[in-house]
């Protein structure tokens, strides 16, 4: 395959992924292909009640088992010092109190608090040998009364998580003028109240979670290898926070990395029980969880329950809008779980509408449940359903049509403050919700309708006009508002003396294509061949101080610092190329890989500048040194602000309750692209998620006994190919005003937007029938429940005298 030429690689251009020949060829490097001498295996024995004193544990047995090495459990970590897994972000409580931050045990001391919380581990020589030798661990418990539903832990007499928090609220959070707010309600020509749940999922990447620890007696450092997307963070926690060790004793690597959605962001329990083993051993130790034990240890997302209320005057402006969310947080306080459902969530609450005033209060709730933390959109998934859904009811009730009612209240001017803190700095929501409209055909929507009733099906349409906060930033007041780490980030240049390039960056990728789109802007800017350009990710051992990947920041944040070293690197160029030009440096241009002297011919290739910065034959040592190599740091000055409408249009069998989505067409504003085949790809991947968590998953527990009940494929619905329709996607562009790119972020996107369009679709199908509500999953039996609830009500309707 002959290389792809400048004009093909430049920004903008659709370059197919240079990563991607090696994955499909089976030439990727995951957590779990990794081997090293010595190396060991690690399985975690789990509890199998949600809540339990534990009274004892006899592991002699296993300790006797062929292969086992070592048995460790909760006593053996106390007694080395190892501290509880720490929070990254403190709230404050509307009372001005810290929120109750309970102890986070990497392996269970005296109590288990879920189903499947660790409470030992066992190491062999083979995986087998260590699961095998579990079985044979002897635990009593004492088992006590859990809760699951996180409405039910805050009711009088529920059963007590953690001693710290006896009413089993971490906090209660609130965000908003509420005398404003109930000051516009008691005017209000209309309110509008629903009640809905933002159901709870299981993240489920492709590669399970998998960590390798080896300690080095010889220097008393430590390797660790673990699919992760943010090793210098997960190092820092690890490090300063658990195992008291300075930084430089630990290198986090996290190789190829097969999915994450956010719930690879976390320092989990067993990467801090491998790390200490493999020192307490003196042998590496490898784990790599079971699908199985995935459902029950990766953090799980979303599982709000909210109460909203928009209030609006005659003609359908919004006047006011007030929430209270129950969020569940689960058994422990997992690394960004307090921030999701207050500062990620309740920021975004304005969505595309100038609302005067909004209020929302937010109770952190734990329960005997798994975690619950960041997942796809991590809080602004959440936000924008409750928008969305509230939004399409005021139509409903108002008998105003959606797209009307939504033009009337979007914001027009910006930048716009939202009573919610955050500043939009651009946007334009009616050319996205235009553009949406163009290419769904609504125009033809009700010939569909009509054709598909003569079927027998109902036929709806759904919109979604959301916003998103991208690129978490900037450090100082995500610093005021609880972070306990600067979201920065870092790029370094290295530019070899034949002119090729290596990129150094402290953004993650596992699955975003940042070996493309990131190679794309370097070769751009230097005039350099593509494939010139190498990017190197995932080491903290090679890579400086950088903070991952989530919230859709890495071109935005990731790319604005290689933008700066970029920067750094031209104005050394020009001082080197003035020197071999004989010219003055502020008479130099670069451009297209050439620097020239303005308003001449006379010219000389990047790549002799940079054989000269490493041969300064006749270079000014005393002014220059050499070589050419640059590092910054990028620290953004607000979020970016990704919008856009979804539309989606669904088919209801209302004999089975089965639905089908018959079209999804998203049209998005994500700032300036500088790859539209990646970003269709990420649409197309969040679109998928967002279907799936609107009509198919649903992590569920018994609210008796805070058993998962949807523990497998066999019980949790993943959406397949025969689920997705072919999408429509267009963009629209406004670009970012603060950032060098002007990029916004768009892996979340479709995840953001398309759950409330497919809700609303489907009710808008089944609306005929009397339906007005219906949480997610719309699963076949919630559909045809629903349906069957509302024939009966007419029928007892039609019959009351």
């Known amino acids: 395959m002959n290389a792809p030429s400048e004009r093909e690689t430049g920004i903008g251009a659709s370059v197919r992924r240079k990563e991607d020949y090696r994955f499909v060829t089976g030439s990727g490097r995951y957590t779990d292909d990794v081997q090293v001498p010595g190396q060991t295996y690690a399985y975690f024995l789990r509890s199998p009640h949600a809540h339990a004193m534990i009274k004892s544990i006899d592991a002699s047995a296993a300790r006797s088992a062929p292969g086992v090495v070592a048995v460790l459990t909760g006593e053996d970590l106390a007694a080395d010092n190892v501290g509880s897994v720490p929070c990254g972000w403190l709230i404050t409580d509307v009372n001005g109190q810290p929120m109750k931050e309970p102890p986070h045990p990497a392996l269970a001391q005296g109590k288990v608090r879920h189903v499947g919380d660790q409470v030992a581990l066992v190491v062999a020589s083979t995986y087998m040998q260590a699961k095998d030798a579990a079985e044979l661990i002897q635990v009593d418990y004492d088992t006590l009364p859990a809760v699951a539903d996180a409405r039910d832990a805050i009711r009088q007499g529920a059963p007590v998580v953690h001693d710290i928090a006896p009413d089993n609220k971490c906090y209660t959070w609130a965000l908003g003028d509420k005398a404003a707010v109930d000051a516009a309600f008691a005017q209000a020509h209309h309110v509008t109240r629903i009640e809905v749940t933002n159901n709870r999922l299981v993240p489920n990447a492709i590669e399970p979670r998998a960590a390798l620890a080896q300690y080095n007696r010889g220097d008393d450092s430590y390797t660790l290898y673990v699919a992760n997307q943010n090793p210098h963070v997960e190092r820092l926690l690890l490090t300063a926070f658990v195992l008291g060790l300075p930084e430089h004793k630990m290198r986090v690597i996290a190789p190829d990395v097969g999915g994450g959605f956010g719930s690879k962001i976390f320092l989990y329990p067993e990467d801090v029980v491998l790390a200490w083993a493999s020192k307490k051993l003196n042998r590496p130790v490898k784990w790599t969880a079971e699908r199985s034990e995935s459902f029950l240890s990766d953090a799980h997302g979303r599982d709000h329950a909210t109460t909203a209320e928009?209030?609006?005057?005659?003609n359908g402006k919004f006047l006011a809008m007030r929430v209270?969310?129950?969020?569940?947080?689960?058994?422990?306080?997992?690394?960004?779980?307090?921030?999701?459902?207050?500062?990620?969530?309740?920021?975004?609450?304005?969505?595309?509408?100038?609302?005067?005033?909004?209020?929302?209060?937010?109770?952190?709730?734990f329960t005997n449940t798994t975690p619950v933390d960041a997942y796809r959109g991590a809080g602004r998934p959440e936000a924008a359903y409750v928008v969305e859904r509230?939004?399409?009811?005021?139509?409903?009730?108002?008998?105003?049509?959606?797209?009307?009612?939504?033009?009337?209240?979007?914001i027009t001017t910006f930048p716009y403050q939202t009573p919610v803190a955050?500043?939009?700095?651009?946007?334009?929501?009616?050319?996205?919700l235009d553009g949406a409209i163009e290419l769904a055909d609504i125009a033809g929507f009700p010939a569909r309708r009509e054709e598909a009733k003569q079927r027998g099906k109902l036929r709806g349409i759904g919109y979604s006009t959301y916003i998103e906060a991208c690129g978490l930033a900037p450090s100082n007041i995500a610093g005021a508002l609880g972070a306990r780490a600067g979201l920065y980030e870092v790029g370094e240049i290295r530019v070899h003396p034949t002119g090729s390039v290596t990129v150094f960056t402290g953004s993650h990728s596992h699955g975003q294509g940042h070996e493309t789109t990131f190679a794309q802007i370097v070769s751009a800017r230097l005039g350099i061949p593509f494939d010139q350009v190498d990017i190197?990710?995932?080491?903290?051992?090679?890579?400086?101080f950088g903070m991952g990947t989530y919230g859709s920041r890495s071109l935005a944040v990731g790319g604005s610092a290689i933008i700066k070293a970029l920067d750094k690197i031209e104005a050394k160029g020009k001082q080197i190329a003035a020197h071999l030009m004989e010219a003055s440096a502020g008479d130099i241009e670069f451009k297209d890989g050439k620097f020239t002297i303005a308003g001449t011919d006379r010219s000389v290739p990047f790549a002799q500048v940079a054989l000269s910065a490493y041969v300064p034959h006749n270079y000014p040592l005393d002014k220059l040194e050499p070589g050419l190599n640059e590092t910054a740091f990028y620290d953004p000055t607000n979020f970016t602000y990704p919008a856009g409408a979804h539309i989606c249009e669904v088919e209801v069998d209302p004999e089975t309750g089965v639905v089908e989505v018959a079209a999804m067409t998203a049209v998005d504003d994500f700032g300036n692209i500088i790859n539209p085949m990646i970003v269709e790809g990420q649409v197309h991947g969040g679109l998928a998620q967002g279907i799936g968590q609107a009509l198919l998953e649903n992590c569920v527990y018994d609210r008796d006994t805070a058993q998962l009940l949807s523990g497998s494929y066999m019980?949790?619905?993943?959406?397949?190919?025969?689920?997705?329709?072919?999408?429509?996607?267009?963009?629209?562009?406004?670009?970012?005003t603060?950032?060098?790119?002007?990029?916004?972020?768009c892996g979340e996107a479709g995840a953001i937007g398309s759950p409330p369009a497919v809700i609303n679709a489907?009710?808008?199908?089944?609306?005929?029938?009397?339906?007005?509500?219906?949480?997610?999953?719309?699963?076949?039996?919630?559909v045809w429940n629903a349906i069957q609830s509302a024939r009966q009500a007419a029928q007892s309707a039609n019959q009351t005298p």
């Open 738 to 745: 603060h950032n060098p790119l002007g990029a916004k972020g």
């Open 762 to 782: 489907v009710i808008d199908a089944l609306s005929p029938l009397g339906v007005t509500h219906l949480d997610m999953p719309a699963s076949p039996e919630r």
């Open 390 to 410: 509230l939004v399409s009811a005021v139509a409903r009730e108002m008998n105003i049509d959606d797209v009307e009612l939504r033009r009337r209240n979007f």
């Open 310 to 314: 928009m209030a609006v005057d005659q």
């Open 324 to 365: 209270h969310t129950v969020a569940n947080l689960g058994a422990y306080l997992s690394t960004f779980a307090t921030s999701v459902p207050t500062i990620l969530y309740a920021t975004l609450l304005a969505g595309q509408y100038a609302t005067p005033q909004i209020y929302a209060e937010v109770d952190g709730v």
């Open 536 to 544: 190197v990710h995932g080491d903290t051992g090679r890579v400086p």
């Open 422 to 432: 955050l500043q939009y700095d651009i946007g334009d929501f009616n050319a996205c």
């Open 715 to 736: 019980d949790y619905a993943m959406p397949r190919a025969e689920d997705l329709p072919s999408f429509k996607v267009g963009s629209r562009v406004t670009p970012c």
